[in-house]
Every structure is written in C-alpha cells, then in structure tokens.
C-alpha cells in the first residue's frame, strides 16, 4: 500500500490513463498501452477462434499492455540457450510488474487481473492459440504493427520484446493504432532470409516448421517419448539415456529447449534502437540465406506491389488482418530512426571529447 499512497491517488475518481501508464513504468515496465476492450471483441485476430477479452469476463472495459525488452546481448550468441533462458526471466519479471498493478488497481476499487502470457486454449487450433493474442493487444494498444513474420515490432526495440495484458473493468482512455507499417516488408526479408526452419510465409508463419527449431524439446519430444515407453517398455533404459529425453528433463528444470523461441528472426530484425547499438554490424551476415530464399522474396514483393495496386489478396496480408500490419504501409521509419540515433551517437561523442578537454 506504501507504492499507493505515494502516488497521491485516493479513491475510484482520480485513475486514469495517464496515471497507469506513470505506475507501470515506475514499476519497471519498458513500454506500456491502453486497448479498449469493445475494440478487441470487435476486431479478434481471427474470427474463427475469437481471442477475446468477453469470453474470459463480460466486465472487462480496458486492457493494460505492458512490454518487456529482451537485453540484446543475448541475441549475439552462437546458440539458442541464452536467449531462451534470458526470455523466462524477462517473463518471470513481466509477470510480477502486471500483479503488482493489478494489485494496486484492485486496492484502490477497480477489479483487474492478469492472464498467462504464454498459455494457450486447447479448444484455439489445437493449442496453438493463446486465451489472448499478446501480440495483437499490443498493436491495438498503439505499440507498434506485425512484421513479415507475423511478430509485434515496436519502433523501440523491433521484434524483442515480450509483452502481457491486465484486464481491468475501468475504463480508460485507449491509445491509438501505429498506422504506419512498422516493419520494412518485402523490400528487407532479412527474417525470411535466417530463418532456418523455412517457416517465414507471405505474411504469416508455419508454427510447425518453426517449432522445429523454436522448441527443441517441447510438446512433440515429450509425445516422441511416450511412444517409445509405452510402444516397447524395454527401450526404457535407451530412452531414459537418449539426449532427447536429458533434452526434455533440463527444459523442466531450467525451461531451456522446451521454451518456445528460436532467436534468429529477432536477432536480424532491423528495426528499433538496440538493434542500432548491439546488433546491427554483428548480424551483417546472414548464413542462412540462400539463392532460394532472396527469389522467393522478391516473389513475395512482386506479389505486393500487386496487391498495394487494388488486384487480389495476398494469402497473409487481407483486408480484416491488415489493420494490425499497418495500413498506411512503410513510410521510411526504420531509415528515420537509424540517422538520428546514428546522429545523437555523434552528439555524445561529440561532447565526451568536448569534456576531456
């Protein structure tokens, strides 16, 4: 209550957006928005599994987004296990931000609460949608638009980042979408170009193919060994010593392997300022990329040009799913963004020498 009563806030009248947006970044929250709730039922990322905040709570009138940047360095490492890792923590740290001001909210009269960011709902295409899509509130919460690769990327930190919602039955003031695309498109496919799983659509993903190499020892692996057991109970000792099964034990303990997330997309994604300061001469290179893979490309962009020009749909990009990927198309932002970071760089440069004089 200590955190409460320093903010000055007395009773039900006086929250409003302004304050829940100062909480949560006092709190430590990188990024946050408001997305209204009669917004969100109305426009479901897909209609046919409506992931929407009425059918958690008909009482829900706002949603509070918070993001959590991933640190880059762990996107400059050789293998997957320190992004992997470095994500739980930043969930774990995102999870305790949005109770806490639920917390606070409810203390101060207003009913609210937090869903599991990473759980999904059987009854969604087999689990493989979440109660809630994370990546579209924050969209409609004015953070940023999806890329190429379907992930949210904010002007601030592109594709790394994680983010979760806190339904609360006040309302308050929502921000508005990013129309402007966020992601370069077609014209950049660096995350179609890394992708070592092939899984980069025209807008869209394969969550099979990704899976392959976003969770190693997920869902699938521990199946794969409950067949082996049961199919042959004398493969046991095989089994229990195969490193597909020290795979899956160490993901229980430590979530490593059995998290969801293969960096490489977000690790080339050029948008956002930590891209500009970490990452962007150690991921010049793109191993993966092949003759293949820049055709296809430019398929794809040909493809858009097309579409952009009023001739058919692309099979990613309609018109219901083109409100989240930025209507207005991409306007330069990522090349804006670079020269004045690049020129506030030599600004401070200019005055570190400036002060040793």
Known sequence: ????????????????????????????????????????????????????????????RSVIVIAQRIPAGAFRCKVNVPVQYMDMLVLRKMDKLAYRLADELERLGHASFITAAQETEWTFKRASYGRLSTRHLGVEAGLGTL??????????????????????????????????????????????HSCPADAILQWGISKRECATEAQEFGFASMLGIGDKLIGDPSNAKDVFRSRDFFGFWQGLLRVVGSFGDCPRCLAVCPVGNDYHAHLADHQKTIPEKTPEKISLAKKYKDERAVHDGGAGQLPGLSEWNRRWVGPEGYQGMVAKQMQAFKKLQKEKAAADVEEKK
């Open 147 to 192: 890329g190429l690769e379907v992930n949210i990327l904010t002007p601030e930190f592109g594709p790394r980042i994680y983010l979760t919602g806190i339904l609360t039955e006040i309302e308050l003031e929502a921000d508005h979408r990013i129309t402007e695309q966020v992601c370069i498109g077609e014209s950049c496919s660096r995350c179609l």
């Open 1 to 60: 209550m200590q955190a409460i009563e320093k903010s000055g806030v007395t009773g039900k009248g006086t929250i409003d957006a302004a304050w829940v947006k100062s909480r949560a970044k006092e709190l430590g929250a990188d990024l946050v928005g408001i997305a209204s709730a009669d917004v969100l039922n109305a426009f479901p990322p897909d209609p046919r599994w409506p992931q929407t905040p009425e059918r958690i709570t008909p009482y829900c």
